[in-house]
């Protein structure tokens, strides 16, 4: 059993900023990649942003230059910065976590910008 668990979602203005969180818990070994994906309204889930065990890092195009992913490898803890928010920002962000057990999925969180 795995447990995610993400915070930091919440309302606030275009061109404003917030800080995602989601610490991963119970049955973990080798973690792949960390990252998070996000489902607007009407629309497929779609990759932010992920990082592997090497620290390798990939963005969705929409996200670069304002969006910033980072980890702690000791608490199985991923980041997710996001600054200059802007309304096609607005979705539900869900925390992704692929390891030797599979891949897990966060209940996700939500981030509203306001126009």
């Known amino acids: 059993q795995v447990q995610l668990v993400e915070s930091g979602g919440g309302l606030v203005q275009a061109g404003g900023s917030l800080r995602l969180s989601c610490a991963a818990s119970?049955?973990?070994?080798?973690?792949?990649?960390m990252g998070w994906y996000r489902q607007a309204p009407g629309k497929q889930r779609e990759l932010v942003a992920t990082?592997?065990?090497?620290?390798?890092?990939n963005y969705v195009d929409s996200v670069k230059g304002r969006f910033t992913i980072s980890r702690d490898s000791a608490k199985n803890t991923v980041f997710l910065q996001m600054n200059s928010l802007n309304p096609e920002d607005t979705a539900v962000y869900y925390c992704?976590?692929?390891?030797?057990?599979?891949?897990?999925w966060g209940q996700g969180t939500q981030v509203t910008v306001s126009s």
């Open positions: 992704y976590l692929d390891q030797l057990f599979g891949p897990n």
């Open positions: 119970g049955r973990i070994l080798r973690i792949n990649v």
């Open positions: 990082i592997t065990s090497g620290g390798s890092i």
